[in-house]
């Protein structure tokens, strides 16, 4: 064994020289491959960007995507459009308990001709494209299209409005056979459906104060009839979330007819006058 401060024999200094060599080379042969390596995949990516044919590729990939992106927002704008002519008509349609029905029913048929336009430019948009790849785009348009026709149908006819009641006015005024790719899904319409719920209880409330008791009740059992269907249903998400709205609003037909059933039947030949807040606050009795 070596001692402290001892020098080594030529034969020790002459291996540590070898060993010493040897660290170095497999030190430089790992930076030569790694360089190499950075290299060889530099020039992999060159080959590919500068390929002709890639470059036609991904130029074809990114005007797909654009006409996409530019035909989406078309739908989108035209959906925006639909919302607030069916809240319109909607609105006109409340106005039934205090003027002619009839009349209103009329003239809201009439307002919904610019929503059956609006809804052209969406069915040519989807022209030879695929519906659901856009249908998210135009979706809240299509249930507050619903919930304005749907309301319509039941002031007219008191019952519920089919999908095929829904189309087949709209390709008799766009003057169609077919709507193409263009159609209302069974989601949208359920959707649509649930928010009649709500109008169907603010109309059923401005009945009351006109005395029109006997169609309270009806939309009271219509409603019920509605909330039961869907409960026998497969809901998904979405829907499942409208069902607990519609359980409210008939929550609150409910207390109103039976606040109404309770007052008519201590007082059976008195009118009664009900206010807006009539489920909040107790009724006025006539003198």
Not at 77 to 94: A, E, G, M, N, W
Request: with cysteine; proline share 2%.
């Amino acid at each position: 064994m070596k001692r402290d401060g001892e020098e080594k024999t030529p034969i020790e200094k002459s291996e540590d020289n070898k060993r010493f060599k040897g660290q170095n080379n497999n030190n430089f042969r790992g930076r030569n491959n790694n360089n190499n390596n950075q290299q060889n995949k530099n020039e992999e990516k060159d080959l590919v960007f500068n390929d002709p044919e890639i470059k036609t590729l991904f130029s074809a990939y990114s005007k797909k995507l654009d006409e996409d992106n530019d035909r989406r927002e078309r739908i989108v704008k035209s959906s925006r459009d639909i919302t607030i002519q069916s809240k319109r008509v909607i609105s006109l349609l409340q106005r039934a308990v205090w003027e002619d029905k009839n009349e209103i029913i009329k003239q809201s048929k009439q307002n919904l001709q610019p929503i059956y336009k609006l809804f052209e430019v969406i069915i040519k948009e989807l022209d030879q494209q695929e519906y659901y790849k856009f249908q998210r785009a135009f979706s809240m348009g299509i249930q507050e299209f619903v919930e304005a026709v749907s309301f319509q149908y039941y002031l007219e006819h008191s019952s519920l409005i089919s999908v095929d009641e829904i189309i087949n006015p709209m390709k008799e005024s766009l003057g169609l056979e077919s709507l193409g790719q263009f159609s209302i899904s069974l989601e949208d319409y359920a959707l649509g459906i649930c928010d009649l719920s709500g109008e169907l209880m603010r109309y059923a409330t401005n009945l009351c104060t006109k005395q029109k008791i006997d169609e309270c009740f009806n939309i009271c059992s219509f409603v019920r009839e509605m909330s039961n269907g869907f409960k026998k249903c497969h809901l998904n998400r979405d829907i499942s979330s409208k069902m607990n709205t519609m359980e409210d609003s008939l929550k609150k037909i409910e207390k109103l007819c039976f606040s109404i059933r309770v007052r008519k039947s201590e007082f059976p030949n008195v009118d009664i006058l009900l206010g807006s807040d009539s489920m909040n606050e107790p009724m006025n009795i006539e003198n």
